[in-house]
């Protein structure tokens, strides 16, 4: 069955929150874009598209703060979905308010998750952030979660 995505852009826009201190992170988080983009999805990443570094020199950190925190808000709220890699011995914490302001503006919200750090008492994620999944692409072994993604986007749209 064939993608019942629009041709257009119109609901294809993504905000994709991630861990992104890393090189191993934000090399992970680009191939899941490339795959993202692959499918027709216009994709923000804050690591990729938010500001330059040049745009921090001379800045207070309470002016860093506001530049980051209001560029990121913005791109949620433009945002149609947010998609958020999940990986880290605890989700990112930027990425967590991103997801809830995403919920709370009624974005579908999907997640992505590979690392094991975080299985235990049966709950492998704190149920505040699994509520505000759509789908959560889960397998410990990250070459079959990215099958599985690339299987979910060619029958399905985000």
Known sequence: ?????????????????????????????????????????????????????????????????AMIFEKDIEEVRKADIVFFLLDGRAPDEGGCVELGVAYAFGKRCYGFKTDTRTVEMSLDLNPMITGCMKKIFRDFDGDKNIRMLEDYLEHNAL
């Open 1 to 65: 069955m064939p993608n019942t995505q629009n041709n257009n852009n119109e609901g294809k826009r993504i905000y994709f929150a991630c861990p992104m201190f890393a090189a191993m992170e934000k090399e992970y988080g680009l191939k899941l874009v490339a795959i993202l983009e692959k499918h027709g999805y216009d994709v923000f990443v804050p690591f990729r598209d938010g500001y330059e570094a040049a745009a921090f020199e001379g800045k207070t950190e309470d002016e860093l703060v």
